[in-house]
């Protein structure tokens, strides 16, 4: 035994070391073996047991090896990099085990949903990977690049205040239908009386609450002050195809534009200018989205689009955009490099919002048409409309004489500049600096002596390469360091 466990020893040793692919260099190994299955599965076994000790599926540089493993014919990968396509990405198999991978390369930044498949039976979740994301369709695996940064801004936080919820049912005149719907308010709706919200209008309603984590969301980035306080209309279709993108949709699009606003309007403090109303969806609710901001562009002056499937009736929201002079409206995008549905509708809109002239901001990301990657960027939107400037910023933890703090920066993943935010408990030297992976200084944001309270530094990477930076704040005998990442 002292034999086995020194020879397993000594082939792993390299493999941490080494700068060639371990995961290669471990198959080459496994290959070579002209002795028993046993044997294989001892070196299997080994490989597994440091695989995850690093995270599976296993990643070295650019590339993500997807691994299964049990007594089948046939395994394969089917995710949002296939086009969830289990044909297009079979696993390999080595002979003489059980063990089955599939390589794929991604950015740095990437982040992908996917499934096993394991002969000819049910799409599973990878047994291997503790990383689930929810969705429409139940749970899917998430493979994350060693660059992609996990939103914060959707876990749920004890300590911070928390808005109310109301749940509200409309008919509609229009649809002959009955709507449920759910009105978020911010918590100082309470007692703020002399103040109206903006308010945004979100389609998929109540999927936004439960896979989108919008709650979360809002309470977040109201707390640490990203975005000023809102009022969030979560509106769940009566069905879906029927409101979105088939026979109802006009009657559908006059019931929120008038109806549904006028309703809200009566019911809350609300500002009631097209500037302070959103309209935004996913997908078909993208689509719906942008035929009610091109037919009512009077009631919502701003629209989000969250990976938009326009294919519908032969591009008619497109077509619309494009036939209609400049209408006043302030959109943002998000298009996912992963979703290959919809990239020819993506790309479509972007030139359609360049030729007119339109205001907007776009964001593009290696992920794919899914719910993780719409909650990551539901705050990129929020604050895009309704930004909060650092000026302004008082948060519960990081208020002046409420001891030392560095938050995270924002916006985060960014490009090219950012806002970090830190406070002191009191007067002293202080320094917030700039390093990049291998350590060495790249910017020195501030050096010198802050009184006691909250400070904003500005970041501009401009000139800098995309990647991992990590930004240091010392004060006295204090530190605390966090990682943003630069997309350029």
């Known amino acids: 035994m002292k034999t086995k466990s020194f020879f397993l020893l000594m082939f792993f040793l390299p493999i941490v070391t080494n700068a060639q692919s371990s995961f290669q260099k471990f198959i080459a190994h496994v290959n070579s073996l002209s002795g028993s299955t046993q044997e294989k599965t001892a070196a299997v076994d080994s490989f597994m047991n440091y695989a995850r000790s690093k995270g599976i599926p296993f990643i070295e540089q650019d590339t993500a090896y997807f691994i299964y493993r049990g007594n089948v014919q046939y395994a394969a990968v089917t995710g949002d990099f296939n086009s969830w396509t289990p044909a297009k990405s079979p696993m390999k198999h080595i002979p003489g085990t059980d063990f089955f991978y599939f390589a794929q390369k991604f950015e740095q930044d990437a982040r992908v949903e996917y499934k096993l498949k394991p002969d000819n ?14 969705g429409g369709f139940g749970f899917n695996s998430e493979l994350a690049m060693p660059g992609y940064v996990q939103p914060w801004e959707i876990e749920y936080k004890s300590s911070i205040p928390h808005g109310s919820l109301n749940e509200k049912s409309l008919y509609s005149t229009y649809a002959k239908r009955t709507y449920r719907l759910k009105v978020y308010l911010p918590e100082e ?28 969301v809002l309470d977040n980035l109201i707390d640490s002050a990203k975005i000023e306080p809102v009022i969030a209309v979560f509106l769940q279709y009566y069905d879906r195809a029927d409101d979105y993108t088939s026979k109802n949709r006009q009657n559908f699009r006059k019931f929120v534009s008038e109806e549904l606003v006028s309703f809200i309007d009566s019911d809350y403090r609300t500002e009631r200018t097209s500037s302070s109303r959103v309209i935004a969806g996913v997908s078909s609710g993208a689509n719906i989205s942008l035929l009610t901001a091109c037919f009512n562009s009077s009631v919502f002056g701003k629209c989000g689009i969250f990976t938009g499937a326009f294919n519908v009736n032969n591009y008619e929201a ?14 943002f995008s998000v298009r996912a490099t992963y979703d290959f549905w919809f990239s020819y509708d993506m790309n479509r809109l972007k030139q359609i919002l360049d030729s007119k002239g339109y205001e907007y ?17 539901l705050d990129e939107m929020l604050a895009y409309f309704f930004p909060k400037t650092a000026s302004e910023v008082r948060t519960k933890d ?3 004489g409420n001891g030392f703090s560095l938050q995270q920066n924002y916006p985060n993943p960014f490009n090219p500049s950012t806002e970090i935010l830190f406070s002191i408990p009191e007067k002293s030297f202080a320094e917030l600096k700039v390093y990049d992976l291998l350590g060495r200084e790249v910017s020195c944001l501030f050096a010198g002596e802050l009184k006691e309270g909250l400070h904003s530094a500005h970041f501009d990477a401009a000139g800098l390469s995309s990647g991992i930076y990590y930004y240091t704040l010392k004060a006295g005998c204090l530190m605390q360091t966090r990682k943003m990442m630069l997309l350029q």
């Open 318 to 331: 497109l077509n619309t955009l494009s036939q209609l002079s400049l209408l006043p409206v302030k959109f």
């Open 398 to 400: 990081s208020a002046p």
């Open 121 to 134: 039976g049910s799409e599973i979740q990878d047994p291997e990977n503790p990383h689930k994301v929810s």
């Open 189 to 216: 709706y309470s007692y703020n009386l002399e103040k109206h919200y903006p308010v945004i209008y979100l389609h998929d309603g109540f999927d936004y609450i439960d896979y989108g984590r919008a709650l979360n």
């Open 361 to 377: 901001k776009w964001t593009e990301l290696p992920q794919g048409h899914t719910w993780g990657t719409w909650r990551s960027t």
